[in-house]
């Protein structure tokens, strides 16, 4: 009796804990990564034993003896490489927000290997075999409309990832692949490199005349963080940047901050990216043409909404035709305002700024300095959470207890109704080892696990805002007020995603239709009111500043739209090419801006060589997305207007139940007609962006 005791109790023993976090289960508030347990050296073991986990089950799925219906094919797939999810989640965020010299080197050593890992899943042939039965035979199971895009969705990708060529290419397509992973991997660590290189450094106050005080105190605690205490320091982070653009008196100093980051990637030295660039763009055409495509361009848009170049390319031509001359009207009247200073130079790419500036206060008696004050980043939070609460009835509760990756973020619970519906983690500031720009992305994407239990979602929301300094808060100006609900809307889409599979894809060009309509709200007049208070007096935003700012909406529209242009019609140049061929990367990208007729005054926003959205961040053949999601937010917003209720329950539900939460589960423009009742047009877009 004593020793059946024994064993019942043995056998209700836990397995005892591992020193690798990934292999626990995280007894974490709500599941969230035990950041302070994780360390570099855990992240290869975790990866590699994903992938033994993963291969495993998809052996389980070929052997599988019955004949292959959805659940045992199609879902078990979905289902497939939970731990390798996992640990990529946490590896991915962490490497782009908070790296390491080790995240690095991980990165470049486990790229050919997960590329290899993904090529043999889906150049399988007993698998693909299986997952080409059920959907042959489609029409026999009985499956929900979700289902149905699911197997879709499953069935191409295999055929996209070469599962239907011949041994020979199949072998080609995977060299190709692995090439192609360190290829971007080192594209992004050089970059990033190149943009910590840089510091303009001034030691002499009298350099810093037209500065105000709020950015020279910024670029003196800079100065101190790197031991230079007593100077003063740029960086070629934006919130640094650009204000020293803006107001600098100094015009070779703009010159120089300009040029260094004009010529990121581009410096003949360890971490140019012009040999990565060529080879990348071959790589891909050769890629392109083996599955049977003409360009690279042709074959990532396949699965978007525009579908071909083309039709990419000819809506480009729409939008730059209304605002080239916007633009060059622009550069006339700073031309004028020089040579009225007296000045004897040529407007110049790193002068914009600077008479932007001085045009726009002198018109609108405004500037980012005025506002600055009534856009305390945490206010600016609190902004972005009433509108949630307006529209979709979140709560936002800020928590202390849960882990997190840096001191800088702060966490959120989200809850409707008292029921929770995941968490929300924000981190604002420029860092060494934070890359550039701003995202969103999950530690946990909302779905249903395989029992059908609810799995809530992690959103992580990262930007790179103006930082506090020794004596004030995180001041913002007005466009970093607007990233921070853009990004929102991201977060948004995916809190109240409510999906059952795992791998929803959503377009590229209708991602950014949920982040971007929540731009619409950041100056709406009954918003401000909310959040536009003054960081010291909390003072509510004066009307007439709030009149300005609506003034200024449409200021700078034709530098704005044609600098994005330049940048989305270089990244279709690029991929719209059908033959392999030696590119100069310099003489290339001149001759795209030459055939547009980019006046010299304005440089693309991104150049080549620092254009991370297209060679490292998976936006190729697909930066054309944001204002043709413009057309889309432009249009979806107009549904809030017409009822005379931003704030309209009615239409929000609408766009929630239609778009939020469908993820990817069906026709993004099924989705968008089920919410508008019709699709859009451009007009709504050139309105809003005075181009009309």
Known sequence: MLSLLMLFIAGCKKEPKSDNPFFNEWDTPFGVPPFEQIMAKHYMPAILKGFEEQKSEIRDIITNPREPDFNNTIKMLAYSGELLNRVNRVFGALNSAHTSDSLQAISREIAPVAARHRDDINLNDTLFRRVKSVYDNREKFILTDEEKKLLEDTYKDFVRSGAALSPEDKDKLRKINEELSLLQVKFGQNLLAETNGFKLIIERKEDLTGLPPGIIDQAAAMAKSLNMEGKWVFTLQVPSMTPFLQYSDRRDLREKLFTAYFMKGDNDNE????????????????RSKLLGYNSFADYTLERNMAKTPGKVFEFLGQVWNAALPVARAEAAAQQELINQEGGKFRLEPWDWWYYTEKIKKTKFDLDDEITRPYFKVDNVIEGMFHVASKLYGLTFTRRTDIPKYHPDVNTFEVTRDGKHVGILMTDNYPRASKRGGAWCGTYRSQRRDIKGNMVYPIVTMVTNSTPPTADKPSLLTALEAETLFHEFGHALNNLLS??????????????????????????????????????????VIPAEVVEKLDKTSKFNMGFITVEYLAASLLDMEYHALTEQQDLDIREFENRAMEKYELIPEIKPRYRSTYFNHIWAGGYSAGYYSYIWCEVLDADAFRAFKETGDIFNKTVAAKFENEILSRGGTRDALESYIAFRGKEPGIDALLENRGLK
């Open 271 to 286: 971490f140019d990216n012009k040999e990565i660039i060529e080879r990348i763009a071959n790589l891909r055409i050769e």
């Open 498 to 539: 409510n999906i059952t599979y795992p791998g929803s894809s959503i377009p590229r060009d209708f991602v950014e239709l949920p982040s971007q309509i929540m731009e619409h709200w950041v100056l709406e007049p009954e918003v401000l009111k909310v959040y536009a208070r003054h960081y010291q007096t909390g003072e």
